[in-house]
């Protein structure tokens, strides 16, 4: 996933496993002072509470104050949140010793940290409170709609977290899950605690969103392996009488008719066929592969040709908004091992979850003070 729920679930549940840490280095390191720390006043002990009880967020009547959040990041993401203050001291201290109107010394309290923290809403402390009000949201959906989420699901996450931790090479060879879990000072039940959630909220996204969009528990028969090969239709121009939009149809349906021919004479295989004719961009080198898919992700009459074949069958041309298919089904069903379909379902719920959870969020009427405003310049385009 991207930043947001993924990135921060991420951090949250595994600590210092997904990041390399330099605090073991730094520790070594001998620090020169560059700022005189004295004991906290008074009054800046009350300004330092102030901030620390402040509200920074809601979940319906549920308040989240600044200091719940600050303790959340300080125990879920240590090296972080150190980082944070350690630049936010540098670059004040910078600005008081070395600036325009620069001074001899530069104090600093808990308190005034705590202050700036709290005007400066550093990112991290957005993000972490951003989970905490999607967790809370989750859990309380999930007790809505009296789903159960089993150990057994927890621990299926856990496993394909660190088996993609693993294809990354973020795990060494010859280094076995519990050892690299003890190198990195992370206990499998630290990380139960949070891919709960995590499980939780797949169950969510799979009966709210791929159930209902079924409209059936999704089962082994919604899944089918193709390929295709696609001949565009050019879209009808201002003005193009009905003749010549008839022409470019036919045109359009000779050239797959004639490709059809030649597969089913073994002149080119269909794999072959593809790479040479095809103008799906996204398949035609790859020999219009498209992997495994599931029901209703394609449009209606591809998706209906393709139910209705039989393994290894080409389909007659199928006509779509996109032009003319020809499809061959490789596999569909049972015949898909299980393993597969699963990645495929998990990959597919992944990609709904930011929307399932901004909905959640909207449902509950989350609020968060802390969060930055999104930077238009790296907003994506629709359909990114």
């Avoid at 993401?77 to 910078?94: D, H, K, L, R």
């Avoid at 202050?115 to 905490?132: H, Q, Y």
């Avoid at 069903?333 to 597969?340: Q, R």
């Avoid at 449902?363 to 907003?379: D, S």
Wanted: positive net charge; aromatic residues 6%.
């Amino acid at each position: 996933m991207k930043s947001g729920y993924g990135a921060v679930l991420m951090a949250a549940a595994c600590g210092t496993v997904c990041m390399h840490s330099a605090s073991a280095q730094s520790a070594k390191e001998t620090k020169k002072p560059v700022a005189a720390v004295r004991h906290m006043p008074a009054a800046a002990k009350a300004e330092a509470g102030g901030a620390m009880s402040d509200t920074v967020g809601t979940l319906g009547s549920k308040k989240f104050t600044f200091g719940e959040v600050v303790a959340k990041a300080q125990k879920e993401n240590p090296n972080g949140f150190n980082q944070t203050v350690a630049q936010m001291i540098g670059t004040e201290g910078t600005k008081t010793l070395f600036g325009p109107a620069a001074h001899a010394s530069y104090t600093v309290t808990k308190a005034k940290v705590m202050s700036t923290l709290r005007e400066s809403s550093p990112k991290l402390l957005g993000d972490t409170l951003r989970t905490m009000l999607e967790f809370e949201a989750v859990d309380r959906e999930v007790k809505k709609q009296n789903i159960e989420v089993t150990p057994a699901q927890v621990d299926k996450r856990i496993d394909q977290f660190l088996k993609m931790l693993r294809t990354r090479g973020q795990i060494p060879q010859g280094v076995t899950d519990a050892q690299f879990l003890q190198q990195n000072n992370v206990t499998r039940d630290t990380l139960r605690k949070n891919f709960q959630v995590q499980a939780k909220l797949y169950s969510l996204v799979e009966k709210d969103y791929i159930d209902k969009r079924l409209g059936h528990n999704v089962s082994a028969d919604d899944f089918f392996k193709a390929r295709h090969i696609l001949i565009k239709v050019p879209a009808p121009l201002p003005g193009q009488s009905p003749a010549d939009i008839k022409k470019a149809d036919d045109a359009a349906l000779t050239k797959l008719m004639q490709i059809s021919a030649d597969i089913e004479s073994k002149k080119k295989t269909f794999e072959a066929a593809a790479k040479e004719s095809s103008e799906d961009d996204g398949t035609k080198d790859m020999g219009g592969e498209l992997g495994i898919q599931m029901r209703t992700v394609f449009v209606k009459e591809f998706e209906t040709a393709a139910y209705q074949m039989k393994p290894m069958e080409i389909s007659k041309p199928v006509k779509s908004q996109f032009g003319y298919h020809l499809i061959q089904l490789e596999q569909r069903g049972k015949d898909i091992p299980e393993e597969e379909r699963q990645t495929y379902l998990d990959n597919f719920a992944s990609g709904q979850m930011q929307v399932y959870l901004r909905t959640l969020m909207k449902r509950y009427g989350a609020v968060n003070k802390l969060e930055r405003p999104a930077n238009p310049m790296q907003m994506q385009m629709p359909g990114q």
